[in-house]
């Protein structure tokens, strides 16, 4: 527990996102938003009325594809069983993994994920990537009890990027992370929320809980050419859904 608190103490340092803004010439809200700048993924309900007890899956998820291009957009249909998730029945019972696709309906985000580290100056890395989230690994892996921490660019030179939408999520908005073998943990928003990086609650973002629990990060607010970055962090607070 010592060396996790120990390693978290790190990245809370700072609490910076390296290049979630892409090194670009403006803040996103300045830009319009295109239909490009998103992967699309068709919004559904995910099917918990009925669950099954599988072992914990320790198994690393296969790596992204290197072309850097999201998957084909996945379909989760009411009341099917190869789109509907595997979450686990029973009070010992956990599903856990490392994820490699993270899905928002409601935002339109459908987005391969990649493991990301820290930095030699104590900062979450991104994925270099405009189209790719990335999750911190070593880490807490989702779906055991912990923080597990994802990251992304908000913007690049051409206008939005992944994490664009994030702002838009409202408290109950499902995310969805599987890791391509039929199995999915479904977590829910609780809030969406933005600090100025120096007022950041660090305990709340990077704390211990005996929870599953999942924090989106990004950048917001406005773009600072002189130092290249946005003056504030925005963090969607979730937890997985039982």
Known sequence: MKSFILFFALIAASLT????????????????????SLQKVDSAKPETTRQETRSPETTESPAPSATGESPGPLQLEEGSSKGAPKPLEGKTARLYFTP???????????APVDPVGVSDNGQMEVPESTVRAGILSPGV?????????????????????IFYPLKKLKPGDPILLTNGKGQYLVYKVTSVESFKTAEAPLDRIFGHTEESRLNLITCTGKYDRKRKEHEKRLVVFSRLMQ
């Open 100 to 110: 490699n696709r993270l899905l928002i309906p409601s935002v339109r985000i459908d």
């Open 141 to 161: 892996k989702p779906g055991l009890p912990g923080t597990a921490l994802m990251a992304g660019h908000v913007d690049n030179y051409t206008g939005p990027a």
């Open 17 to 36: 996102v390296t290049g979630c803004g892409s090194d670009s010439t403006g803040p996103a809200e300045e830009r319009k938003e295109t239909s490009e």
